[in-house]
């Protein structure tokens, strides 16, 4: 199993990003996605999940309103769309795929497979 993150990169507060991480090796319609974020010297922190049928999705309060998760099933490709950025959304970025029940989608050991991270960087 694959996943790759892409779609980092530096932009200025206010800015736009749209993250991208494909999959490959899983049957991507059975699996719950997510993003999870860490900064420097901080724990790794939920973001965003969305079910595998792309009916349900879950966001961390602080980017409720900025950020939507959405998937393609037929891409096997899960996005997350970055507005109005932050100084402090500035982390790597990751993506994780598993099956999971709701009431755990934000916690980080539920996911199976993790995508390698891309570099998120806003500046002020």
């Known amino acids: 199993v694959q996943l790759q993150a892409s779609g980092g990169g530096l932009v200025q507060a206010g800015g736009s990003l749209r993250l991208s991480c494909a999959a490959s090796?899983?049957?991507?319609?059975?699996?719950?996605m997510a993003w999870f974020r860490q900064a420097p010297g901080k724990e790794r922190e939920f973001v965003a999940a969305?079910?595998?049928?792309?009916?349900?999705?879950s966001y961390v309060d602080s980017v409720k309103g900025r950020f939507t998760i959405s998937r393609d099933n037929a891409k096997n490709t899960v996005y997350l769309e970055m507005n109005s950025l932050k100084p402090e959304d500035t982390a790597v970025y990751y993506c994780?795929?598993?099956?999971?029940?709701?009431?755990?989608?934000?916690?980080?050991?539920?996911?199976?497979?993790w995508g390698q991270g891309t570099l998120v960087t806003v500046s002020s």
């Open positions: 969305i079910r595998r049928n792309g009916g349900s999705t």
């Open positions: 994780a795929a598993g099956r999971v029940i709701i009431s755990a989608m934000r916690t980080p050991w539920v996911y199976n497979y």
């Open positions: 090796g899983l049957t991507f319609s059975s699996y719950d």
